[in-house]
């Protein structure tokens, strides 16, 4: 693929900037959303809109999704005017999302019955990030569909990983989601019950950061425990979200994840409480209302 042309379906944050970097490359590509605000401000930079994802898949050799749930992967791979409906034999689908592997698999398999390939290609780092270009990208999927694609995700990550076959990618993400979602709330509780006990929190980080508990997470908790800063751009709903999707793959291969099932319960009930839109720092606020 010299120069191949891209559809992309879903434009929040990261996706907007996602499409945004791949404009400032030279691409135009056809793209979809719900948010027509979205959409307008890529079509004025040169991009298109497609009216249906039956339409973008036929008329594209790459077809991107950065989308929230397997649930709605699913919906616009499977419907009647959906990707699949339209998919060009020899196009890619890649996933940027965070998707249940099986789920991966499942579409992966389908689509290669058409004649088409699939790589999930999960995100670390930042919407500013993307828009430069420089995300990490894990990469699960078929040797020869990574290599097809690899040209154009070197324009959009600075690390790319590739990890093996379809569905490893996710699966590596919803790990790396549950370590760093686990250290968030775990740090936050720390700062709460520091607190309770009458604990200076700007001292208690002071201490932990000069030692081995020190790390980018530590400080986000801290921005916001002690400065009020909320500056982790994720949310406590998506962290509920992949935490349920960890806890999915780990029944799924035989097993059980006891310190995930206590992670995925805070952050359960912080949704509960109305707190889902908040950071994953913000979990502390519900910590500090936890009595006997």
């Given at each position: 693929?010299?120069?191949?042309?891209?559809?992309f379906?879903?434009l929040g944050?990261?996706?907007?900037?996602?499409?945004?970097?791949?404009?400032k490359?030279?691409?135009e590509?056809?793209?979809?959303?719900?948010?027509?605000?979205?959409?307008?401000?890529?079509?004025?930079r040169?991009?298109?809109?497609?009216?249906?994802a039956?339409?973008?898949?036929?008329?594209?050799?790459?077809?991107?999704?950065?989308?929230?749930?397997?649930?709605?992967?699913?919906?616009?791979?499977?419907?009647?005017?959906?990707?699949?409906?339209g998919i060009?034999?020899?196009?890619?689908?890649?996933?940027?999302?965070?998707?249940?592997?099986?789920?991966?698999?499942?579409?992966?398999?389908?689509?290669?019955?058409?004649?088409?390939?699939?790589?999930?290609?999960?995100?670390g780092?930042?919407?500013?990030?993307?828009?430069?270009?420089?995300?990490?990208?894990m990469?699960?999927?078929?040797?020869?569909?990574?290599?097809?694609?690899q040209?154009?995700?070197?324009?959009?990550?600075?690390?790319?990983f590739?990890?093996?076959?379809?569905?490893?990618?996710h699966?590596?993400?919803?790990?790396?989601?549950?370590?760093?979602?686990?250290?968030?709330?775990a740090?936050?509780?720390?700062?709460?019950?520091?607190?309770r006990?009458?604990?200076?929190?700007?001292?208690?980080?002071d201490?932990?950061?000069?030692?081995?508990?020190?790390?980018?997470?530590?400080?986000f908790?801290?921005?916001?425990?002690?400065?009020g800063?909320?500056?982790?751009?994720?949310?406590?709903?998506?962290?509920?979200?992949?935490l349920g999707?960890?806890?999915?793959?780990?029944?799924?291969?035989?097993?059980?994840?006891?310190?995930?099932e206590?992670?995925?319960?805070?952050?359960?009930a912080?949704v509960?409480?109305?707190?889902?839109?908040?950071?994953?720092?913000?979990?502390?606020?519900?910590f500090?209302?936890?009595?006997?």
């Amino acid at each position: 693929m010299t120069k191949p042309v891209i559809g992309f379906i879903g434009l929040g944050l990261m996706g907007s900037n996602m499409v945004e970097n791949l404009q400032k490359k030279g691409f135009e590509p056809m793209v979809m959303d719900l948010n027509k605000e979205a959409v307008a401000a890529v079509v004025a930079r040169g991009a298109t809109e497609a009216g249906s994802a039956r339409e973008l898949a036929a008329a594209c050799d790459i077809v991107m999704l950065c989308l929230t749930t397997s649930v709605v992967v699913e919906k616009l791979v499977y419907a009647e005017d959906g990707i699949l409906a339209g998919i060009k034999e020899g196009a890619v689908v890649v996933d940027f999302g965070t998707s249940i592997p099986a789920s991966t698999r499942k579409i992966g398999a389908d689509l290669a019955a058409k004649g088409a390939g699939m790589i999930d290609a999960a995100l670390g780092r930042t919407p500013a990030h993307a828009k430069d270009g420089l995300l990490n990208i894990m990469v699960g999927g078929d040797k020869a569909t990574f290599d097809k694609v690899q040209p154009v995700l070197a324009m959009q990550g600075e690390n790319i990983f590739y990890l093996g076959a379809l569905g490893a990618g996710h699966t590596t993400k919803l790990i790396n989601n549950y370590i760093g979602m686990t250290t968030v709330t775990a740090m936050s509780q720390a700062f709460a019950v520091a607190d309770r006990a009458g604990i200076d929190r700007q001292q208690l980080f002071d201490i932990m950061s000069t030692g081995p508990s020190s790390s980018p997470f530590m400080k986000f908790c801290k921005n916001y425990a002690v400065d009020g800063v909320s500056d982790l751009g994720f949310s406590i709903a998506n962290a509920n979200k992949d935490l349920g999707y960890f806890l999915a793959m780990v029944d799924n291969l035989g097993t059980r994840a006891p310190i995930a099932e206590g992670t995925s319960a805070h952050l359960q009930a912080a949704v509960d409480a109305g707190m889902g839109n908040g950071n994953v720092p913000e979990i502390f606020d519900y910590f500090l209302t936890l009595g006997k």
